[in-house]
């Protein structure tokens, strides 16, 4: 398609558009009039009032006047992620000794060998800062990602080609026409010109600050982008869209301050007390340990001739063990389990807008749900009718559809006025798409209704059209009185066509009966005949269609008429009827007369019932808040298993169960109920309202404000505390979650959005939901599925396990290293694990361990357990069990190492080699001869002293001798007090020996970190279990970030630790001939005995420790 320029619309520019919105201009048309007034707009816009435009040409309406959306913003960019990693204190320490340790390498006789440190510790810097700005790096991606499918969910009702389509707000185009409505509460999606309208009042308070909502008529047309619209139906053409709108314009010019909410979770906050509860103990304890170093080497032992690289090496220590101990990696871990429980929550059509909303929907304690839609399909059939005195009954016997049920037993002139009725009440956005379709588009209820019309014989687009007052181009002549919750019906007026008015009327069925005078009669003909609704005839009508409707879980909607003889008072109100929410009805919807009741059903979602069980086997209350009447909430409370056996008591007259008090209450007893009168106004009551919810299931013909104080009461009783009443209700079978209740709350409308914003997690209805409401939710439900709020609430659990995984394995590690660290301080004035080899530790906890334990799927056994407690500690007493035995096991193993082993395996016991002198098992040796030779220089050529060219070595069967020579060989004067092997004891000249006073890594420390890594890879893999699990290897294979990251670390430790690496080892401080096979396998057997170790804890430890109800 060929792009155009803005001129191809000849007559209008995109700067005249916007001049229509300005301020000063929106009160009146003169610079509409200016342009040649709307009918000129319209043909300059190349489109139509009814028709809107072809569709066709959206490309060169962009290209013209901007596409109704935002530059993006653009992203941060890698390397300042980088620059925030680098500015962790513990990392510019670090920083700060590579630096100096390489300044002394550089200006050292021994740059050689002393450079490879400097550039480690740089190296183990650069990967852990690169790591951290990946992930948020990611994150932030992430986040558009999200934005743009919430964007997406974001539609509107369009008309193109004449048919109108559903289409996302960003595909709205300059020319369009949108249809717009109060029911929808709809949100306006660019700056508009209204076109034609019923009684539109317009909120633009968020944008202008008028607190009171605008009345838009032809002599004020302007709409502008982001106001909501309050009353009334209408049509609008597109003239701004983007950032040419009002809304656009001021969000464009504060876009660069848009800031992400930063508040944490529960979980993140108590996260956060720990991590700097463990900060304080590695500052205290790296403290301690460089102390403890410079007193024992420089007082103690007086040793100060190398002062300043020792003093080098114990700040370097002291700041890893620092590094090894701060868990950096905790926020890191919650980061990355939010956003891939997000992701993953995103495939199964779950909308997260909050990722801390994740985590708080694992702890959720209640769940307060919409029935329409949730807990149903939504997809309405009317399957019952009460037409003019008949009954036509539900019965699956019945193959004919009951709009020919209906023909056939009933008169013309009723048949008439009901088709007439169902076309014209209803909606412009709902309809059938394109006739035979059968497609619904719109409010399912009508669209039902809509079907039932078309049965009947009746066209809802031809009698729409035809009909004054309620076609598009006579809609002035008529009024329309919208749907509201405080009404709970909707009426439609239009002038008949032999004089006079008449308006229809649907809604809630006993709204509609209560306003009635008179019902329509039976009699065939074509005149109808209307008889008094006698009290008798009523009471009739609600045992045997009402009640059997409802019984059946079928919706049931009433349809009446009434007639005027000239236009009526639109706004006189009744002084004796009111409506649902106790204000005075319009006098226009009283004295009505009965047509029929409709049955609408909706069936129950095939997943409702299996999701709701699990609800209550992990400890998840489900409530239902409705607007349906009583007896239809409860049919589908017990079909979906909210309302179960124990909520019924014994009829002991004989008949059915009954409900037990307050398990299925209306609105209307919920309010009066939980408020009291003070000083002539109601006040919400605490105590009166923690009477009831325990008990409290079904919440039916429920209005917004009664979601809201539920929101608010569940999440402010603290009826947990009151012992004795919970010891009450458990012996009714209640029992009562010990700490603050944890609410999930749905919602569709705009009223529900304070509800929505109250609850602990808000869930929005993707189709059924007005934009105001999924603006006000945490996530957006994208099928409108109950069973995807099940799926939220084990992705939660899953997060906060999955974060207690890993809290379990860092600090376990933290303790080993620390008391090995310590001990080594110490003992040798030296860790045992180097400066880099604990980054490398610090790098598989903060990252790969993170990466792989947060990334671990749900299992559905976390249903079968219940809630979290807000207020419990993160480190359960089975948690402390594991960390404890493990930690004692692996530390056991490590000192035995650094004590016991260099005897056993007959090698120096110490830090380093002296380079240069070579210890090796001489085999070859008789058994009662065999000892430990000392190769003095391995670079040695025959020499006069030794012409027959053995190279010069020193071997005796004691390991001291040799490592008492070694250092005799750096310092030949050397003298130590109190030492059988003095330095005069070797005799000789050494000057052939020429050996270098610069140390090497040593097999004996680089077997103990060879060991440690291992048994801590070994101990991720029990780290998966929390609770005492036997099978620590169950669902591993589903996790394949865990698998790819456990043999990626083993293959790298096996290259450092196996392979000979020669001065290559110098980095990361291992023997540069590799340890060997056998003490690789060595080190695997120690490992492996960590998941023995496991099962022993399983078998017999946790049995007399940790009761097993805590497991």
């Not at 508009?192 to 633009?204: A, M, T, Y």
């Not at 008949?655 to 009066?672: D, W």
């Not at 430990?932 to 050529?941: F, I």
């Amino acid at each position: 398609m060929t792009k155009v320029s803005p001129q191809d619309f000849s007559g209008v520019t995109r700067t005249q558009l916007m001049e229509l919105f300005e301020q000063e201009n929106r009160a009146n048309t003169s610079k509409l009039e200016a342009l040649g007034g709307l009918e000129k707009l319209i043909a300059n816009l190349n489109t139509h009032p009814t028709k809107g435009i072809a569709g066709d040409d959206i490309e060169q309406r962009i290209a013209a006047f901007g596409g109704n959306f935002f530059a993006e913003k653009k992203l941060t960019p890698y390397w300042k992620y980088c620059m925030n990693a680098m500015g962790d204190h513990v990392l510019i320490l670090l920083t700060v000794m590579a630096t100096l340790t390489l300044v002394t390498a550089l200006f050292s006789d021994h740059t050689a060998e002393e450079l490879p440190e400097p550039i480690a510790l740089y190296m183990s810097v650069f990967l852990i800062v690169n790591v951290t700005s990946y992930i948020d790096w990611s994150r932030e991606r992430m986040f558009v990602e999200v934005s743009k499918k919430l964007l997406q969910s974001n539609t509107k009702t369009v008309i193109r080609n004449g048919e109108p389509v559903l289409l996302a707000d960003r595909e709205i185009v300059v020319g369009d026409v949108v249809s717009f409505n109060a029911h929808n509460a709809q949100s306006i999606p660019a700056d508009g010109i209204l076109l034609q309208g019923v009684d539109v009042k317009i909120d633009e308070s968020s944008l202008t600050g008028e607190p009171d909502a605008i009345k838009k008529t032809t002599e004020q047309p302007f709409i502008i982008a982001g106001s909501t619209v309050s009353t009334g139906s209408g049509k609008m053409l597109v003239a701004c869209v983007g950032e040419s709108s009002v809304g656009g314009r001021i969000k464009a010019a504060v876009y660069s301050a848009d800031a992400e909410e930063a508040e944490g979770s529960p979980m993140t906050m108590k996260l956060e007390t720990l991590a700097h509860q463990i900060s304080y103990f590695g500052l205290a304890v790296s403290a301690l340990c460089l102390f403890g170093m410079i007193i024992i080497q420089f007082g103690v032992n007086g040793d100060t001739e190398t002062w300043w690289p020792d003093l080098t090496r114990f700040i370097i220590t002291a700041i890893t063990i620092l590094a090894v101990v701060v868990p950096e990696g905790l926020p890191f871990a919650v980061t990355l389990s939010l956003a891939f429980s997000a992701r993953r929550l995103g495939e199964k059509d779950n909308l997260v807008k909050e990722l801390k909303s994740c985590e708080t929907m694992g702890s959720a304690t209640t769940i307060c749900s919409d029935k329409t839609g949730t807990l149903t399909a939504n997809r309405m059939t009317v399957r019952g009718a009460y037409v003019a005195g008949i009954s036509h009954m539900p019965d699956s016997s019945e193959s004919e559809p009951i709009g020919i049920r209906i023909k056939q037993k009933t008169s013309e002139a009723v048949k008439d006025i009901l088709g007439q009725l169902l076309c014209i009440c209803t909606m412009d956005e709902s309809s059938l798409g394109a006739p035979g379709e059968n497609v619904f588009k719109g409010n399912p209820t009508e669209c039902a209704l809509l079907v039932l019309a078309e049965s009947l014989g009746y066209d809802y687009r031809k009698v729409r059209s035809e009909t004054k007052g309620r076609s598009e181009q006579t809609l002035k002549d008529g009024k329309v009185i919208m749907f509201s919750s405080a009404r709970k019906m909707m009426s439609w007026a239009v002038p008949k066509e032999n004089g006079g008015w008449r308006i229809y009327c649907k809604g809630a069925s006993e709204v509609v009966m209560s306003r009635c005078t008179k019902t329509q009669a039976s009699e065939s003909g074509e005149d109808m005949v209307a008889t008094a609704l006698e009290p008798e005839t009523v009471t009739k009508i609600e045992e045997t269609v009402i009640h059997a409707f409802a019984s059946k879980a079928m919706r049931t909607i009433g349809v009446a008429y009434r007639d005027f003889d000239s236009k009526p008072d639109f706004d006189a109100t009744s002084s004796t009827i009111t409506n649902a929410d106790g204000t005075p009805a319009q006098e226009v919807e009283t004295e009505l007369t009965l047509i029929g009741i409709m049955g609408i059903e909706d069936p129950l979602r095939p997943e409702v019932p299996g999701a709701i069980e699990k609800c209550y086997n992990a400890g998840i209350d489900v409530r239902m808040v409705t607007g349906d009447n009583l007896e239809t909430a409860v049919a589908i409370a017990k079909d979906c298993g909210i309302l179960r056996d124990e909520h019924f008591s014994i009829n002991e007259a004989g008949g059915p169960p009954q409900l037990k008090k307050y398990r299925a209450i209306e609105g209307k007893e919920f309010r009066t109920h939980v408020h009291q009168t003070v000083n002539g106004e109601q006040v919400f009551n605490q105590d009166k309202f923690d009477e009831i919810w325990p008990y409290l299931r079904v919440l039916a013909r429920s209005s917004p404000e009664d979601k809201l104080t539920l929101a608010k009461g569940l999440n402010a009783s603290v009826l947990y505390k009151n012992t004795e009443r919970c010891q009450q209700l458990e012996k009714e079978g209640i029992k009562i979650f010990p700490d603050r209740q944890v609410v999930a709350m749905t919602g569709d409308g705009t009223n529900d959005a304070p509800a929505l914003k109250k609850a602990d997690v808000g869930f929005a209805m993707g189709k059924a939901g007005t934009q105001v409401a999924k603006d006000a939710a945490d996530i957006v439900l994208l099928k409108d599925n109950f069973a995807d709020i099940v799926v939220a609430a084990l992705w939660g659990r899953n997060v906060y396990e999955s974060i207690s995984k890993f809290v379990q394995f860092q600090l376990t590690v933290n303790i080993v290293a620390v008391t090995v660290a310590v001990v080594g301080a110490f003992y040798k004035q030296d860790s045992p694990l180097a400066a880099t080899q604990m980054l490398w530790v610090n790098l598989i906890m903060d990252s790969l361990a993170s990466l792989a334990l947060a990334t671990e799927p749900p299992t559905d056994d976390m249903l079968q357990r219940p809630p979290v407690n807000r207020s419990k500690s993160m480190i359960t007493k089975s948690m402390w069990t594991n960390m404890l035995g493990h930690a004692f096991y692996q530390a056991v193993v490590l000192l035995f190492l650094l004590f016991a082993f260099p005897d056993i395996g007959s090698m120096p016991q110490g830090t380093d080699y002296v380079k240069g002198l070579h210890y090796f098992k001489n085999d070859w040796m008789p058994e009662e001869a065999k000892a430990t030779c000392l190769y003095l220089d391995p670079d040695w050529k025959a020499t006069e002293e030794f012409p027959d060219g053995d190279a010069p070595r020193l071997c005796s069967s004691d390991i001291k001798i040799l490592e008492r020579f070694a250092l005799c060989v750096e310092d030949p004067e050397r003298d130590v007090k109190d030492d059988e092997y003095k330095c005069s004891y070797f005799g000789g000249d050494h000057k052939y020996w020429k050996p270098n006073p610069v140390k090497a890594p040593s097999l004996h420390y680089t077997i103990i970190f060879n060991t440690f890594v291992v048994m801590t890879l070994f101990n991720e893999i029990n780290s998966r279990k929390l609770h005492g699990e036997m099978n620590v290897f169950h669902n591993i294979t589903a996790n394949p970030y865990f698998a790819s990251i456990f043999f990626l670390i083993a293959l790298f430790q096996g290259i450092v630790g196996a392979i000979p690496l020669g001065e290559g080892g110098r980095f990361i401080k291992v023997y540069g001939d590799g340890m060997g096979g056998m003490y690789w396998l060595m080190a695997l057997g120690l490992g492996l005995g960590v998941l023995v170790w496991q099962q022993i804890f399983v078998n017999v430890v946790k049995k007399f420790v940790v009761p097993k109800a805590e497991l």
